[in-house]
């Protein structure tokens, strides 16, 4: 039959095995990993803006997703709690395992102080909080220029700060990928 050789298909494993992260897994790693670099890229841009609607159009979405990334970031946590996640690369040195593992803290962090963080600001600066305009989250914090402009400061520093944390991350795919050429990527790809 013309020398093609067909594999017969796999069944899409929902849950994580000690070998590979499973479809769950997987749909919120590259969901989140897209959402989390379209709200820094965006943060970048809306804060570059004069103020008028168009700008605070902008904020709108950007707090939305946040939201949003902040929810999945919840049932991800869980999601890891309740199931296995494949080992580490055996050929990893201690001080390698300390960074992966320190990275992986650092982006699971970033993930809720960073809305955590943007939610304290607006709440400081009397600002709409909607989530996609279908309703309205309260504002736990009284107006407050000062506490505001604390929570700006944090906000900001968190985003750089975990442009760089993904900058690693992204590096060390790569050595994995391109230079050990271990199954550190491939496990996380359908």
């Not at 020398?3 to 994580?16: A, C, S, T």
């Not at 479809?23 to 820094?40: D, P, Q, Y």
């Not at 080992?87 to 201690?94: K, V």
């Not at 506490?147 to 900058?167: D, F, N, P, T």
């Amino acid at each position: 039959m013309l020398g093609l050789h067909y594999r017969e298909k796999e069944p899409v494993n929902i849950k994580n095995t000690i070998e590979r992260y499973g479809a769950l897994s997987m749909l919120l790693h590259w969901t989140m990993a897209a959402m989390i670099i379209g709200l820094l890229s965006l943060g970048l841009y809306m804060t570059s803006l004069p103020d008028g609607d168009s700008k605070w159009e902008w904020y709108g979405l950007h707090k939305s997703i946040g939201m949003l990334v902040f929810v999945l970031a919840v049932l991800r946590l869980l999601w890891i709690k309740a199931h296995a996640r494949p080992a580490l690369p055996q050929n990893l040195r201690p001080l390698e395992r300390v960074a992966a593992h320190t990275t992986h803290g650092l982006l699971y962090l970033a993930m809720f102080l960073l809305p955590f963080s943007g939610y304290l600001d607006s709440s400081a600066g009397g600002y709409h909080l909607a989530f996609f305009d279908l309703f309205d989250l309260p504002k736990v914090l009284p107006k407050n220029k000062d506490i505001e402009e604390l929570m700006v400061l944090i906000h900001s520093s968190l985003a750089y700060g975990l442009i760089a944390v993904l900058l690693l991350h992204l590096v060390a795919v790569a050595k994995h990928h391109l230079i050990l050429k271990d199954d550190t990527l491939r496990r996380m790809l359908p």
